[in-house]
């Protein structure tokens, strides 16, 4: 059973100017981040922008990221649906070569009952020839999965982990309390990152983490070594960039940051747009104030 810990990066898909994945840019990217202080990657979750990926467009991003990566980093793959059949069936048709772990996110659209995550969740590990690392996010999809289902779901020998961005650190305490040995926690809101390690979290899969590994994964580390004083500065210096990417939806930010420092264009597809003349203005600042070098 593969062990994450510390910095996962959520992986953005570049496109160019007319919407086609940019595979040069996705490769500057990827060794960008496997040469950065980068624990592990997630290929194909929401900041990928996967509902507006083709399934023959998401095989071709994840099997080009597994060739580049050549098992140098963990593999974490996003696979989750609203429709708990249709997941299991994909997932027992999947070519999990190259991945180490499946990232899924608890059902959206239909705001089940727990008693409903919790069956959904455990057809899908029962599916699944890869370890589980479950994903609370109910800012989009309109539930909130509780402690005590996660802990109840934690107790399954194919569930390894969750991603945890209810934003609500009471419920992160009560999981991190009660949660079985070897299951992990990890921080699914970058802002929140250091409160959850000193709670007692096994680390972050970040967005930030695309343009910023370095700077953000020594934050990630000094707060899992316990040199808090040291982490503190650097989430202090990060915090502005780290709001401020959020603000006009996600990845849209991230990718204005990543094309403002020459990894890739900000190009998004519908129906996200590309990020505000303000919002760039605001995020050259911050570039500016961490002294990042501007492509």
Do not use: W
Request: charged share 20%.
């Amino acid at each position: 059973m593969i062990h994450l810990s510390g910095l996962g990066v959520a992986m953005i898909t570049p496109f160019n100017k007319n919407g086609a994945v940019d595979y040069p840019a996705l490769q500057r990217n990827t060794e960008h981040l496997i040469n950065s202080d980068v624990d592990f990657l997630v290929v194909l979750g929401t900041t990928a922008e996967t509902p507006t990926l083709s399934i023959d467009e998401q095989r071709s991003v994840l099997d080009f990221i597994i060739e580049l990566n050549n098992k140098r980093l963990p593999v974490v793959v996003g696979l989750a649906s609203h429709n708990t059949s249709a997941i299991c069936k994909r997932i027992e048709e999947f070519d999990f070569n190259g991945v180490d772990a499946v990232l899924s996110a608890s059902p959206n659209y239909n705001k089940p009952s727990q008693k409903g995550i919790f069956e959904h969740f455990n057809r899908v590990a029962d599916a699944s020839p890869k370890p589980i690392v479950l994903y609370n996010v109910p800012s989009r999809t309109g539930s909130n999965m509780t402690a005590s289902t996660t802990i109840e779901l934690a107790n399954h020998e194919n569930i390894i982990a969750i991603k945890e961005a209810s934003g609500d650190l009471s419920q992160v305490d009560e999981i991190l309390r009660l949660r079985p040995e070897g299951f992990q926690v990890f921080s699914g809101d970058d802002g929140l990152t250091l409160a959850m390690i000193a709670s007692g979290a096994d680390g972050v899969i970040s967005v930030i983490g695309n343009a910023l590994p370095k700077r953000f994964g020594s934050m990630v580390n000094q707060a899992l070594f316990g040199q808090f004083i040291e982490a503190r500065e650097m989430h202090h210096k990060l915090s502005p960039i780290i709001e401020a990417i959020f603000e006009e939806g996600n990845p849209t930010g991230i990718k204005s940051v990543m094309d403002t420092i020459g990894l890739c264009s900000d190009s998004v597809r519908l129906p996200l747009v590309p990020a505000t003349k303000q919002l760039r203005d605001k995020l050259y600042s911050c570039l500016a104030d961490l002294d990042v070098e501007i492509a």
